[in-house]
């Protein structure tokens, strides 16, 4: 990389952060925004970005990530108002953070796969905090629930407590859906809760023993769902018709349609 292009960047970047001390002093919106304000907005441009990802454009892609840059700098901006800490220090914490996880990069010890760099990740956090942080106390509780079971097991995983062989998961699996018909037929409304929940974590399990990442399958499928269902309602109305108006086995030929359109 040229020295031109760092100083670009450098330029553009205390550029951004020249026009957000402008509009923290004279906008009556950015003047009065605080942690609490901004955090749902924060969570909102997230998916947004996520979405933009999803489809691979480059143009949203970029978009989001102004926006999802905007509020890392708002935050810090807060902060220094406060006599806390401002951007140089979050980036100096993240600068000495990434060479401190990476000795295999920066230091002398050897990583040649992933799982080795995943396994020493999870060993250095540890390390970070003295050694008396829990294994699983950096897994956010405001994670959504499918991405957290994920990475608990992932955490899991990096020290040892994993199944010897993927293929083991699927005895897990019919096991917990053996409880789930156990709870139905019971007719025991908090046990098909928990029993549910059990088997939902064992798919995620498997997903991630597979090399799967469960969110993303998940959301595939979900895609996959509306893109027919929208043909199936699309076509009722090109007969005239509403989908209440049809029977299971209608809406069930045109669902097959939509999955042959889309081999």
Not at 105 to 127: H, M, P, T, Y
Request: hydrophobic share 40%; charged share 30%.
């Amino acid at each position: 990389m040229s020295n031109n292009s760092i100083e670009k960047k450098k330029e553009s970047f205390g550029q951004l952060l020249d026009v957000l001390d402008e509009l923290r002093l004279k906008c009556p919106w950015d003047s009065v925004q605080t942690n609490d304000s901004l955090r749902p907005n924060t969570i909102e441009e997230v998916y947004e970005l996520c979405d933009a990802l999803q489809a691979d454009d480059a143009t949203a892609i970029e978009k989001e990530l102004g926006d999802v840059l905007l509020h890392v700098v708002f935050y810090a901006k807060i902060a220094d108002e406060q006599g806390r800490f401002d951007i140089a220090d979050v980036t100096e914490a993240l600068r000495q953070k990434l060479i401190f996880r990476h000795p295999h990069i920066f230091g002398n010890e050897k990583a040649e796969s992933v799982d080795q760099v995943l396994n020493r990740w999870e060993e250095i956090k540890l390390r970070e905090k003295g050694g008396n942080r829990s294994v699983l106390a950096g897994v956010p509780e405001a994670l959504p629930s499918l991405i957290k079971a994920f990475r608990i097991q992932e955490k899991a995983a990096n020290i040892g407590f994993d199944w010897e062989e993927p293929a083991q998961v699927w005895a897990k699996v019919k096991e917990e859906i053996a409880e789930v018909e156990q709870e139905i037929a019971a007719g025991n409304a908090d046990g098909i809760e928990a029993e549910m929940g059990d088997l939902l974590f064992s798919i995620v399990n498997a997903a991630r023993l597979y090399k799967v990442h469960p969110d993303t399958a998940l959301e595939r499928t979900n895609r996959k769902f509306i893109k027919r269902f929208n043909y199936v309602e699309q076509q009722a109305k090109a007969q005239g018709r509403h989908l209440r108006e049809m029977t299971l086995d209608e809406m069930d030929a045109l669902w097959n349609e939509a999955k042959h359109l889309a081999k």
